[in-house]
């Protein structure tokens, strides 16, 4: 249905948050105190491959980003402002004229195989820990620079502008260019006690200083959107600045309950921790790998990524024959032929069949074998369920032969590291944790939060569901003075949600 001018909605703002999976456009407003919800648009997000490696459409998303805002209006809104929040890591090279350098390559990516070594060469990752405060994960983006270095220098010669996926959409928009704090501390790079790059570290590992320019803070505006887009989206319409990194925003929007408490974010990635006001960079932060994200008004997010749904993912697709790979050692077991059957080869399997199977094991009294779902093994298999059916044999565990096995292993295993991550939380803290706070799509997930509360012995409180979506309306809202300060927006958010309480 068309809408004139004279009837859309004006005080509302609308989120554009972007995941590894999928992406949404959500409109929020208030009313009576309470913050409503109004999805306008659903895309999927996918990888491509180019020169060789795994790299994400940035067509396709800003693409669908411009209908999404355009969906707007004919769902009867005008946004005040946008904000885009992204995955952390991932970035794009601009020449001086503003053109893409090279492609967005994805983190999944191998391109940074043996980069750990070749940077602890040139910094013991120790110093660099101090340094940044970031964990060490083969992706980050340090990581990437070196393995670009070795690949493709002539890239970096020709870049003058690096940004980070959400500040380059942003740029598509408005033709302003910005570093978010909370994105950019993903890179690595960032020195965590100033929040600036740390010129030791860029030095150090050969990394022009002139890609870089300051970093922002969330709530900052970055500008009006260009005309050009403002007639095809038909609105006028500014940027603000979210926590771009899509943790950052998801952490703003947690009700906290029973403090103190342990957040999670539940999505492709678990990011379990907690919001201090200052960095932990300390050998025993370092050695439980808990990192020190940047979080909204320069607070820190302590917190340890954890492999998550992603492996849920990715036995769904596999599953559903969309990323089936057929492995002749598989085939000769008989192992995804077993599954592919239990399931019916061409039904749609979804994320439901796959708790209730997860649901089924447990109740026939299935004792699930565990692994470890950190290993970067899981990163990227060609088979997920294969990948995991090994690690069970090479660990002289039973080999799960069912789905419903398979799956407990998998929802066991996630639920052991959450609790191993709380312990790890409590130790460096000095004092134990009253709740567990889950948001984000994962939060739906019954099985998960129940055996999240047994194994860790804390309560579970599980929701806002589009917790990432609620964290960058936030700050536009704190930005445009609907909420006076951060207590002020959680409570809303608490009581406009329903927020499901599991007890261990």
């Keep these: ?54 790299c994400w459409d940035i067509d396709l998303l800003y693409g669908e980003l411009v209908r999404g805002l355009a969906l707007c209006k004919e769902a009867g809104f005008a946004p005040k402002s946008v904000g885009i929040d992204t995955w952390g890591v991932d970035f794009v090279l601009l020449d001086a004229d503003d053109n893409l350098v090279g492609d967005a390559v ?23 820990y101090r340094r940044t405060g970031i964990q060490r994960q083969p992706f980050n983006t340090i990581y990437q620079f070196l393995a670009l270095q070795r690949e493709n220098p002539e890239q970096l010669e020709a870049a003058e502008t690096f940004l980070m996926i959400p500040d380059y959409l942003g740029f598509l928009l408005t033709g302003e260019k910005a570093l978010e704090y909370t994105n950019a501390s993903t890179t690595g790079l960032l020195n965590a006690e100033t929040g600036a790059w740390d010129e ?9 200083r002139r890609l870089f320019r300051n970093v922002t803070m969330a709530g900052a505006r970055l500008g009006p959107v260009k005309p050009s887009i403002a007639e095809k989206i038909g609105y006028d319409t500014c940027v603000v ?25 539940s999505g492709t990635w678990s990011l379990l921790g907690v919001e201090n006001r200052s960095p932990l960079t300390t050998a025993a932060a370092y050695g439980e790998n808990f990192t020190n994200e940047g979080g909204y008004h320069f607070r820190y997010r302590f917190l340890k990524n954890i492999m998550g749904l992603w492996m849920i993912q990715s036995i769904r697709r596999e599953l559903n024959g969309i990323t089936y790979v057929v492995d002749e050692k598989a085939i000769r077991k008989g192992r995804l032929h077993q599954y592919m059957r239990v399931e019916g080869l061409g039904q749609e399997v979804g994320f439901e069949d796959l708790i209730r199977a997860a649901d089924e094991a447990e109740c026939a009294g299935v004792q699930a074998s565990i692994v470890n779902v950190n ?19 090479e660990t002289g565990q039973a080999v799960p032969q069912t789905l419903g096995e398979l799956m407990l292993c998998v929802y066991e295993s996630l639920a052991r590291c959450y609790r191993d991550a709380v312990e790890g939380l409590s130790s460096l ?46 700050v536009q809202m704190l930005a445009d003075g609907v909420f006076p300060h951060l207590k002020a927006v959680r409570a809303a958010i608490a009581e406009s949600f329903d927020v499901q309480k599991v007890e261990p």
Excluded at 200 to 208: D, K, W
Excluded at 446 to 463: D, F, I, K, Q, S
């Design 429 to 474: 803290a000095g004092h134990g944790y009253k709740s567990i706070n889950i948001v984000g799509g994962g939060c739906r997930d019954g099985h998960l939060n129940r055996r999240t509360a047994e194994v860790c012995g804390l309560p579970v409180y599980a929701g806002p569901v589009e917790g990432t979506a609620l964290g960058n309306l936030a």
């Design 1 to 54: 249905m068309a809408h004139s001018a004279r009837d859309l909605r004006r005080d509302c703002y609308a989120a554009v948050d972007i995941g590894a999976s999928s992406g949404r456009v959500v409109v929020g407003f208030v009313e009576d105190g309470r913050i409503h919800l109004e999805e306008v648009h659903r895309f999927d997000n996918r990888q491509v491959r180019r020169g060789g490696h795994d």
């Design 241 to 265: 600045l979210p926590a771009t990194h899509d943790t950052g925003s998801a952490f703003l929007a947690v009700p906290a309950c029973d403090l103190p408490a342990v957040f999670l974010s």
């Design 375 to 393: 290993d970067d093994r899981f990163l990227s298999p060609d088979s997920m369920i294969e990948e995991i059916l090994e690690a069970c044999e």
């Design 200 to 208: 030791t570290v860029l030095a150090r590992f050969n990394i022009p």
């Design 106 to 128: 994805a983190y999944r990516d191998e391109r940074t195989q043996g980069m750990f070594e070749v940077a602890d060469a040139i910094m013991s990752p120790e110093e660099l």
